[in-house]
């Protein structure tokens, strides 16, 4: 099947009693048992929910692998992918995650005796290098965020793989509408379904997904244990969502091409990361890699007066938090997602206090480029 027919259908079929097109939304906490042991395959909505199954079940289909595992953030899902891990296991993580993701590493996983070495993974020789007997799972954020560094899926699965090593990758940004970390060689492939997959900016969600038996088996196990499981409202959101996805991502890819060009124009722009560039360092491996650029832009404005001018000019534009829905949104990355992450870090990493980050949305281009036109003027 193609994407978008597997987008609307895979994982769902009419519903059996009404024949509802549409899977509902198992709207309840507990499921009516006919005897002692005996029920129809649910006993309580921490375990198990049908509309969470569907949305599992979609997920997977669209990212080519055999099990989804739903949780309640992406945070959650990363938290319950590190639980699969024991103290003293080492862990390689691209140098510029997601801020929330390096303050669950740092200020939390730390504790519990994970250690986690945050390296360039856009240079294989640094990833490389930074294998010990210990190392038992590479955490990959490709592309990355804000700055858009790009690093090569299937070389560093090859390499984790000759050192018994795992490799998760991010997928939040480029959703498989683009790139299919797990036809890359990867192991796990991990989302925040708040964003692109949802694509509304209406619920909060995470997803795993996965071919092996045994690691399903144990985040299912960690999923019902610890409990961070979306609610089937959410989970029906995210699962109206995907069935878009193919157009939204079409959509948003052809604007970002044009909001990517416009600002290239525009006078007194430091930096603009944009992996569509032909310039940008890994263009060629974004090209080889996955099937678009997305719709996340990066630019410099040289400081944080200008930054603050920009953000509060803008008209259509929304200055908030979060990525990946229809509508457009604007960010300062240093104090909102990467708040939590010390300032030389910050420094190292090129998230300025002039960088302001663009999730291009699907409204009409000419409205974006002008609300940008007359914020940046
Ligand atoms: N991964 C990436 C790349 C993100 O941008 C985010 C959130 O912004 C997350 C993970 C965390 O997801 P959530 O906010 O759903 O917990």
Redesign the pocket.
Known sequence: MGFSTDAIHGGQSPEERSGAVITPIYQTSTYKQDGIGQHRGYEYARTANPTREALERNIAILEGGKHGVAYS????A?DTILKLFRPGDEVIVTHNV?G??YRLFEMVLRDFGLVFKHVDTTDLKEVRSAFTSSTRLVFL?SPT?PVLQVSDIAAICEIAHENNAVVCV?N??MTPYFQKPLSLGADIVVH????YLNGHSDM???MVIVNDDQIAERLRYLQNCVGAVPGPFDCWLALRGTKTLAVRMKQHEENSRRIAAFLREQPGLEKIYYPGYDDHPQHDLARRQATGFGSIIALDVGSLGRADKVLRSVRLFTLAE??GGVESLISHPASM?HGSVPKSEKDKLGVTDGLVRLSVGIEDVEDLEADLKQALA
Do not use: P, Q, R
């Open positions: 953030s992406g945070m959650a990363t997601y929330g993701t954020e965020n991010d939040t940004f925040s379904t708040t964003k909060v969600g995470g979060s990525l997602t």
